[in-house]
């Protein structure tokens, strides 16, 4: 009913904004935990969430760093925690996109710059530059984790295509790596289109010049290297 997807969003909402207060010092594990228990508790649980981090980003783009990078964690933390379902609607090319245009700015120029972790949760000032870093740093880590899945493959199309463009991927993570391992079911037929390293493909000219939309075949698998 609606009466029901609006208390599930309603509750979903109220633990991301405790989640996600710009005064918070560090995160707010407990709210965040709280927010992948709701996920999980009702089958409205994944659509409610993805619309409440939805508004919240929107609510805090170019406003609240501090929240919007509170309000990643929190996203990741559903993508480690959730059941399939909210891993579906976030891995979606529509929400990779969203995250791109909502949270990285469109003149945001392709550079070495962003691959540096800058600021911490204390302090103000360099907050701003660490957004792109988490938003890559979460696309490249559910591009590799997922990409095995027909289902999930959209962020990985959306990965390639900024990797073409000569975008500059953060390190992948201690967490990054486990979280792929954990992920992979085995080996993988490689793509001809990513035969390649990543690192090297972004690199070369005509793929630089080459802005067409990456379509994966339904129920190809790819991989993906570091």
């Known amino acids: ?33 709280a927010i992948c228990d709701l996920v999980n508790s009702s089958s409205q649980g994944p659509d409610q969430a993805v619309r409440a ?7 805090g783009a170019g406003k609240s760093h501090k929240s919007t990078l509170l309000t990643l964690t ?6 480690k925690n959730c059941r399939k379902q909210f891993t ?35 302090g103000n000032n360099n907050n701003h530059n660490y957004q792109p870093f988490q938003v890559l740093s979460l696309l490249q880590s559910w591009a590799h984790a997922f990409s095995h899945d027909p289902e999930l493959q959209g962020v990985a199309e959306v990965y390639i295509e900024l990797k073409k463009k000569g975008i500059q991927f953060p390190v992948p993570s201690d967490d990054d790596l486990l979280l792929v391992q954990s992920m992979q079911p085995g080996p993988a037929l490689p793509v001809t289109a990513v035969t390649q ?30």
């Open 53 to 59: 981090i939805r508004k919240r980003l929107e609510l």
């Open 88 to 122: 579906i609607l976030v891995c979606s090319r529509d929400f990779s996109d969203f995250l791109l245009s909502r949270v990285i700015s469109p003149q945001l120029d392709p550079g070495p710059e962003i691959q540096t972790k800058v600021g911490e949760m204390g």
């Open 197 to 226: 390293p990543l690192h090297q493909l972004y690199l070369s000219e005509d793929c630089r010049n080459n802005h067409q939309r990456t379509a994966i075949t339904a129920g190809e698998k790819i991989t993906l290297i570091f």
């Open 1 to 33: 009913s609606n009466d029901g997807h609006l208390n599930i969003f309603t509750m979903i909402l109220f633990q991301l904004l405790e989640a996600t207060d710009e005064h918070l010092i560090s995160e707010n594990w407990e709210a965040n935990l």
């Open 74 to 79: 929190v996203l990741e933390s559903c993508v």
